[in-house]
């Protein structure tokens, strides 16, 4: 296949080097990782049908001929090669936009170009909102479940959800884009007005106060079902910063709940407010640049303090040979799993992720680090991953090592689906064979985590 044949099928939506468009596209990712990859083309489509054309296009050449595609939807995943590729066809998805209220069911529909900003800002006028991503400028496509609109290899488009092609449902909720691409979501709505929450930032000396309040939060047997809770520590500039990030659903200021987070100190600065969901989540967006070369890496361990308090020192110690380089941050950031968050997922029926309640509660480490200059990048990633392999050592010898990993925190080289367990793997590949016979997305489509790359897992947790 020739670029000029999605050129004639697309008129005025595939874009050479060199274009406007192009240049817009292929800069304007969340990290510098994607933006310093060359696509041979950019192709926009603005509907489901053009997504389609431009698959079946392809594919139909595949797998005589070698073109790489990369499905690009809001361009937050870090690492090169999630969604932009050198030499291949990028289809830039932000083409596809609409949010569009069902007013007596509930239920939105959300167009794959989308980001969580539009959703939030557009349901809020309305006093409603859905379960969705924590930073606004994030796309939604990869961070959401619900009804799905896809697009198959062969380009024909199918529903998936609870009663039609059901296993396609329950495979792409964390199955990554080994089915085909997604072109919108269906999912409730729920009533929401304001809420209450923030950031606040504490000396390091607080860091086992941090540790304990988590713990007890993230381990409390009545847990409060409004309240939620982010835990870091932050490297920057030589400095070391304890950082909570704290929201209760209603506008409840300062509820027992979440109170042993904000009467710890010191603080250096809080900004605990009233707010709507929209306005927290733009509050997340400040805390990064896009096209800083900024990554993401990640493992998950079993609650435990005294095992929270090693991690620091793992992460302070991988940070020494580090810290004189330009621009260097390193965020170590916890999110709990806790029992009822498991509990809730497993009533909302069958996914991907290999999880159960009794697996809780477990905490998702994600490692954020930033720095300025491409010729240190090597030593970054490779000290990050040395971290991490840390981590999960000795997490293994004293009993608090967990199966599971995050899919959207996991960076390229990670086993990721390997979390979920071989019996998902299992169903996940059965799944895959049965809607994508050629491999198509396995072979043609190298961003995401492939089922292709998966050798071995196992069931221990």
Not at 241 to 254: I, L, M, R, W
Not at 330 to 339: D, E, G, I, M, Y
Not at 452 to 461: F, M, P, Q
């Amino acid at each position: 296949m020739e670029y000029r044949t999605l050129a004639s099928l697309l008129s005025g939506k595939v874009f050479l080097p060199g274009s406007p468009q192009y240049i817009n596209s292929t800069g304007s990712y969340f990290a510098a990782f994607e933006n310093d990859l060359s696509p041979s083309c950019v192709v926009r489509p603005e509907n489901t049908t053009e997504v389609s054309m431009v698959i079946q296009t392809i594919s139909s050449d595949f797998p005589q001929t070698n073109i790489q595609l990369a499905i690009r939807g809001g361009g937050h995943t870090p690492w090169a090669g999630a969604a932009n590729v050198d030499q291949g066809v990028t289809m830039d998805m932000r083409g596809l936009t609409g949010v569009q209220l069902n007013e007596s069911t509930g239920i939105v529909s959300i167009s794959a170009g989308e980001s969580w900003k539009s959703v939030y800002e557009q349901l809020g006028r309305k006093g409603l909102a859905v379960a969705g991503g924590r930073v606004s400028k994030v796309g939604v496509a990869g961070l959401i479940t619900g009804e799905y609109e896809v697009v198959l290899a062969s380009g024909s488009v199918v529903i998936a959800n609870a009663r039609t092609n059901n296993d396609l449902f329950h495979a792409l909720k964390g199955g990554s884009n080994n089915f085909g691409v997604v072109t919108r979501f269906d999912i409730p709505t729920f009533k929401q007005g304001q809420m209450w929450g923030g950031a606040i930032f504490y000396n390091s000396s607080v860091y086992h106060q941090l540790v304990q309040a988590f713990h007890d939060f993230a381990s409390s047997t009545m847990p409060d079902e409004q309240a939620h809770v982010i835990m870091a520590m932050s490297w920057t500039a030589g400095r070391e910063t304890g950082v909570s990030n704290v929201y209760h659903a209603t506008p409840t200021a300062a509820p027992e709940s979440l109170r042993p987070f904000t009467v710890i100190e010191p603080q250096r600065y809080k900004s605990l407010r009233q707010d709507s969901l929209l306005g927290f989540a733009d509050e997340q967006s400040a805390f990064s640049t896009d096209g800083a070369r900024q990554l993401y890496f990640t493992t998950t361990v079993r609650l435990d303090v005294d095992f929270m308090l090693h991690i620091r020192e793992l992460w302070l110690k991988a940070i020494k040979p580090l810290e004189g380089l330009p621009g260097f941050t390193l965020s170590l950031v916890f999110q709990p799993l806790t029992k009822g968050v498991l509990t809730k997922s497993a009533d909302r029926g069958v996914n991907s992720l290999g999880l159960s309640p009794d697996d809780g509660p477990l905490v998702i480490v994600l490692l954020n680090s930033v720095h300025n200059n491409p010729e240190d990048d090597d030593s970054v990633i490779t000290a990050v991953l040395c971290l991490i392999q840390d981590i999960d050592a000795d997490a293994a010898l004293s009993g608090k090592s967990a199966r599971y990993r995050f899919t959207n925190y996991g960076y390229a080289d990670q086993k990721i689906l390997e979390g979920y367990g071989q019996d998902s793997i299992a169903k996940l590949r059965a799944v895959s064979k049965k809607y994508d016979p050629t491999q198509f997305f396995q072979q043609a489509v190298p961003g995401g985590f492939k089922l292709s790359k998966v050798l071995e897992v196992r069931n221990s947790a």
